[in-house]
Nanobody, 124 residues
Framework: QVQLVESGGGLVQAGGSLRLSCAAS????????MGWFRQAPGKEREFVAT????????YYADSVKGRFTISRDNAKNTVYLQMNSLKPEDTAVYYC?????????????????WGQGTQVTVSS
């Protein structure tokens, strides 16, 4: 069982940066694959980025590649999403998610555990 709590969302101007954090409970955090998803109003929840238990392996959606960076600190049971060069179209609720298994998986249906989400709003 893993419980996830996101933080770090907020309002930022286009071109700005935000860093999201996701704190996980449980002693087996390092064995879980972690991911970030987002959901804009009226749209489906979409994949943003994922990182394997080994922090070396990462994968990004094309829409955020080169602007966002996912990382994790297994000693702190925390995964991060550094978001740079933000655009108004990045506005969404961002969710942290986790699963145990083969990496990578990009479908939200493969992720078993979810946080409550944090709002990111990018103004133009």
């Amino acid at each position: 069982q893993v419980q996830l709590v996101e933080s770090g969302g907020g309002l930022v101007q286009a071109g700005g940066s935000l860093r999201l954090s996701c704190a996980a409970s449980g002693r087996t955090f390092s064995s879980y694959v972690m991911g970030w998803f987002r959901q804009a109003p009226g749209k489906e929840r979409e994949f943003v980025a994922t990182i394997s238990w080994n922090p070396v392996n990462t994968y990004y959606a094309d829409s955020v590649k080169g602007r966002f960076t996912i990382s994790r600190d297994n000693a702190k049971n925390t995964v991060y999403l550094q978001m740079n060069s933000l655009k108004p179209e990045d506005t969404a609720v961002y969710y942290c998610a986790a699963y145990s298994g083969v990496w990578p998986k990009l479908s939200r249906y493969d992720y078993r555990y979810w946080g409550q989400g944090t709002q990111v709003t990018v103004s133009s």
